[in-house]
């Protein structure tokens, strides 16, 4: 497995469960916050059996990652749950801190050589390497970038006492709430270090394609990364603390208080609709397979799809002919939803993009 992010750690897990020795190569050392916020819909306590003959009953995975508690929640403490759920599964090896430089693959196995020059081969290679996919690369060369969808989200997190929703312009803005540390949902309670808890807010922004140009953010139509916190310029932080006078209270001192922290992120965001998820022995899932706008609030929920799909489908092996027809399998069973996703939110954004443009 390439890339140790939500779907892949769900994955690897799944993978587990069905009796497979699985080895993820994650570039990111193991200790690390960031991300954003995520909503998760599902997984209130249900168990399912272990598929590796053991007769074990075992958390669902989207019951791992919600810890039983549907509803916002850091991506960090998601990834969190999921990687410690996958470090106790048998079989499972997950080396941080290397970095995938080359793939491949023929009729037999699949491999993956890192910065050292160590090989890594298996029967099959998945990706969960992110909106810049390597593993994508091989399977769709032809169609290989997430493509820039014309507008930036800035994101930060502030104290708060309730969300206050939606907020509809030129721009949109959209707040949430994001649980205490220990999970706690009820307003006006603190984390355990007496930290009030936090909105978690989300500036849709058709604006600042120049700015993000000449921080080398965009280049041409594919976003390269996000700009982390005080990585953005003292100018444009400036130019958010004024435009924030058009939102009413709250959302002005909100976004003025991660401002003045220099703690907002801004992220050009992509959209990479599949053509396919599959070749070979190789395999992509989660952002590496799709990336929608954070507006459909179901890329974490499809690439959970894809990671149950596919660790279901590897019950009978993946052993010579069985694993490529696992990996075409598994194209059937879910491109079709993949694509739907991502083009549910490309309206959106065609909308904003008009909105600024009258």
Not at 129 to 140: A, E, L, P, Q, T
Not at 309 to 317: M, Q, S
Not at 321 to 334: M, P, S, T
């Amino acid at each position: 497995m390439v890339g140790a992010s939500l779907a892949g750690l769900a994955l690897s897990i799944s993978l587990a469960r069905s009796g497979l020795t699985v080895t993820v190569l994650e570039r990111a050392v193991e200790q690390r916050n960031g991300g954003t916020g995520l909503r998760l819909w599902g997984g209130m306590g249900e168990t399912v059996q272990r598929r590796d003959g053991s007769g074990i009953r075992v958390p669902t995975i989207a019951s791992i990652a919600s810890a039983g508690v549907p509803g916002p929640v850091g991506w960090a403490m998601v990834r969190r749950r999921l990687a410690d759920a996958a470090a106790n599964e048998p079989g499972m090896a997950i080396r941080y801190d290397t970095e995938v430089v080359k793939i491949g693959a023929d009729a037999d196995s699949a491999w993956a050589r890192d910065t050292a020059g160590l090989v890594y081969t298996g029967d099959i290679l998945p990706g969960d390497d992110g909106h810049r996919s390597m593993v994508r690369r091989s399977i769709d060369p032809e169609h290989p970038d997430a493509r820039y969808a014309g507008y930036t989200i800035w994101t930060g997190k502030a104290p708060c006492d309730a969300a206050p929703g939606w907020q509809e312009g030129r721009n949109y803005m959209n707040m949430i709430t994001l649980p205490n540390q220990d999970g706690a949902m009820i307003v006006g309670e603190t984390q355990t270090n007496d930290e009030p808890r936090r909105y978690f807010w989300q500036w849709y922004d058709p604006t600042s394609d120049n700015y993000l140009r000449e921080a080398g953010a965009l280049v041409g139509s594919v976003s390269q990364y996000s700009l982390v916190n005080e990585n953005s310029a003292a100018s444009k932080y400036a130019d958010i603390h004024r435009r924030a006078a058009h939102w009413p209270a709250p959302w002005d001192d909100i976004v003025r208080h991660s401002v003045r922290r220099q703690s907002v992120i801004a992220t050009p965001i992509a959209e990479y609709v599949p053509r396919r998820l599959a070749r070979g022995r190789m395999a992509i899932i989660g952002d590496a397979a799709h990336v929608p706008s954070p507006v459909t609030d179901a890329g974490f929920d499809t690439g959970l799809g894809d990671a149950e799909t596919l660790g279901e489908l590897t019950d009978h092996g993946v052993i010579g002919e069985q694993g490529l027809k696992v990996l075409r399998e598994y194209e059937k069973q879910r491109l079709i939803t993949a694509q739907r996703m991502v083009r549910s939110g490309q309206g959106f954004g065609d909308s904003l993009l008009d909105s600024a443009n009258s």
